[in-house]
DNA sequence: TTAAAACTGTAACGAATGTTACAAAGCGGA
DNA sequence: TCCGCTTTGTAACATTCGTTACAGTTTTAA
């Protein structure tokens, strides 16, 4: 049993504490009270790093040894290119565990570049000792289990998602979903724009498709309210 | 502690032992001898339930709250379309935990219906008894936990493939990805027609951009064997 | 109220891919 | 060797979507 590291080293100014009552809200300590969660905390080793906006955090390509928790503020994940160029991959505020996915399994490096959106605080708990918490208490356990299949549950939904090839399929699919089990098949939707931005798609190419499907009957758009006429036809559309 | 609930009803013709020196050979008991693994099963509740070839083992959408193990035989994962058409999502042989990322996370329901593509014997572990499990053995846990990492990484990475959007690209990725380091870039590969079902693409498809990448001067193509001819201008496609 | 910005609908054109079809080349077994 | 099967190369045509451009509409802010 053994205190911070760094609890006697405050003095660094890159170093914080932890903030139990945030961290508790965090998924995978989630069901735990800020006192339990400082108790399990005395009996591991970690640290608690502070960053400014903009500053790197974790680049692609290192070693994932260590969980790192969002305690205060944002980052950004970025997948680099073959060249150099960035893509924003998202955007993660406190309290929020990063790289869940990879700090077990074959491959354990980040994938991504992660840098501060806004100054921030992580918490960064070694793997082994992570794993002492996994033992110490099955809620952590039970939450963090929960956390990564969720995550792998996300991916596959993503997948069978791209696995629609057109703009139809994906209106229809997204579509279909939204309206549920609901046979009132009025829908409400975001901006045309950024619908198709989470379809893949451009904005005219998708408004054509809406236009399209609209002149066939199946929906009726009127600018960001779409409804339902033929839940049939729509269905036939992703067989195929 | 307690025995296999069913170890007395072997007149049952639908039920089977454990089979200890298989089982420690799949990826969530490696590591495990036999005899531990049989000493571990005394103490938890499970069943051993055969299955003739084409014989259905679980319907997509019922609820996952157990853990399956294919001990014998093979299975085969099938995604039901909206139609009710059905489309080949995986293979699995004996040893091999089925599902392994929705026994937990928010979605309790598998996703895809399984059946038996030979005479095969699945071994099934309820929920709490593998939490148990997990507790009990802390290699049973850090297997879960690689294996459920391991699946995320690779969905992951498939995503990634997706994102590349013309079929020059993706066989870019691809034939960088596998000469990887060596510059002698001799590459040998699978039939045309495989890789375009890999691809998500049809196969006259896939040999034209072949071909077209081959009159550009990037690759030699000889039927099955690929040489890359130019890394740069490979690079140079992924950029777009 | 009014001007600027953001959003939406639409059209023409080109690039990428699917579809279909057919011929040539390799491969295996009788 | 010869026949049949699989794989590969290629071509013409249709479909889908991205690109670019522009005009009308709605929202926002001054």
């Known amino acids: 049993m053994c205190l911070c590291d760094f609890v006697a080293g405050k003095t660094l100014d890159n170093l914080a504490m932890i903030q139990p009552e945030i961290l508790c809200q965090s998924p995978v300590f989630r069901g735990i009270s800020p006192e339990g969660l400082a108790e399990l905390f005395q009996q591991i080793h970690y640290q608690v790093k502070s960053y400014q906006k903009g500053e790197l955090v974790v680049n692609a390509g290192e070693i994932c040894d260590r969980l790192l928790i969002v305690q205060e503020g944002s980052v950004k994940a970025e997948m680099t290119d073959y060249s150099g160029k960035t893509i924003k991959i998202e955007d993660m505020s406190a309290p929020w565990p990063l790289a869940t996915a ?8 980040f994938p991504v570049t992660v840098s501060a959106t806004s100054d921030a605080q992580l918490v960064s708990i070694p793997k082994q000792e ?4 996994l033992q110490l208490n099955a809620l952590i356990l039970n939450n963090y289990l929960n956390t990564i299949s969720t995550r792998a549950q996300f991916l596959t939904q993503k997948l069978k998602f791209l696995s629609f090839k057109t703009i139809k399929q994906k209106i229809a699919h997204y579509l279909l979903d939204l309206a549920g089990d609901r046979l009132q098949t009025v829908e409400i939707a975001q901006s045309q724009g950024q619908l198709a931005e989470m379809f893949g798609v451009t904005r005219p190419s998708l408004a054509r498709a809406l236009g399209e499907m609209a002149q066939e009957g199946l929906i009726d758009v009127d600018r960001r309210y779409i409804k ?12 195929g």
């Open 130 to 133: 992570f794993v002492k918490l």
């Open 102 to 109: 990879f700090l077990f399994g074959r491959e354990n490096k």
């Open 228 to 239: 339902i006429l033929d839940k049939t036809k729509m269905n036939q559309l992703l067989i």
